[in-house]
């Protein structure tokens, strides 16, 4: 009775280690073939519990190799274990962890690609604003009441100072994006070094695009800029005729003045 209970306990150990290697087909294969053996040996030696003495001795010898071979079956079972521990050379984990760099400084940047390019744009929309209204402020020179220039002149006063903020935003930001391309490059130079190509190709990509959206946000940001200088000037030519014609006028009623007290 205590053969059965050890071939019992050999079964279940069998069964563990089924458990803990389904992933390998082949060792699936192994186990079910002693879990089969396990359960022949108990059949037998149940079956042997009511023979002669020489014959339960018989059994117990049977036993015990049943015991033996489930042991160096099950202790098979756990030789791919140590070699995939093994495999986890420090070449591999460094490469892991460049992987794993490349990928963090791959989203610090696009992040800092996304703000940056969101300042450049709302600073552009914001020097657009303020060009169509100061546009329209010296065209209107002269037309409007006073009422009227003063609040044309709040609202270019308030898109100046708009775009004021919006590109003290694109300084913080920019300084941000560079520290994030500066990140990359060297997480790209670390990659390639310890092993990892792909991972440091696929972050170079990174930068590139990057510097493309980044570029076209900045062309945008700089034609901005020079129709507000072009308004400029505009606003300078504008205002000497506006004030050459009001002092002409000036000089107009001074001498009708002059010529109805004659």
């Known amino acids: 009775m205590q053969a059965v209970r050890q071939c019992s306990v050999c079964a279940r150990h069998a069964a563990g280690g089924l458990i803990r290697n389904q992933t390998d087909v082949s060792l699936l294969q192994t186990s079910r073939s002693v879990l089969r053996r396990g359960a022949a040996c108990v059949r037998f030696l149940s079956s042997s519990e009511g023979r002669k003495p020489g014959v339960q001795t018989l059994g117990g010898l049977t036993s015990h190799m049943s015991i033996a071979s489930l042991n160096a079956d099950s202790g098979l079972c756990d030789v791919p274990f140590a070699q995939q521990v093994e495999n986890l050379s420090h070449n591999s984990l460094i490469r892991r962890a460049a992987s ?66 919006r590109l003290e935003e694109c300084k913080r930001y920019e300084s941000t994006w560079n520290n994030a391309v500066s990140l990359c490059e060297m997480a790209a130079e670390a990659a390639y070094t310890s092993g990892a190509q792909q991972a440091s190709i696929s972050v170079r990509t990174n930068i590139q695009v990057a510097q493309l959206q980044v570029d076209k946000a900045r062309k945008l940001s700089s034609d901005a800029d020079k129709k507000l200088a072009e308004t400029k000037v505009e606003e300078i030519q504008r205002m000497a005729e506006y004030t050459a014609f009001l002092e002409g006028s000036d000089e107009h009623e001074v001498q009708e003045a002059y010529l109805r007290e004659d």
Not at 153 to 163: C, D, F, M
């Open 100 to 165: 794993v760099v490349t990928d963090s400084s791959s989203t610090f940047l696009s992040q800092a690609t996304l703000a940056l390019i969101n300042a450049l744009t709302d600073y552009s929309k914001a020097v657009h604003s303020r060009i169509i209204f100061q546009r329209r402020y010296l065209v209107s020179l002269g037309k409007l009441n006073p009422a009227e220039q003063d609040s044309l002149q709040q609202v270019i006063s308030g898109w100046r100072a708009e775009a004021i903020e």
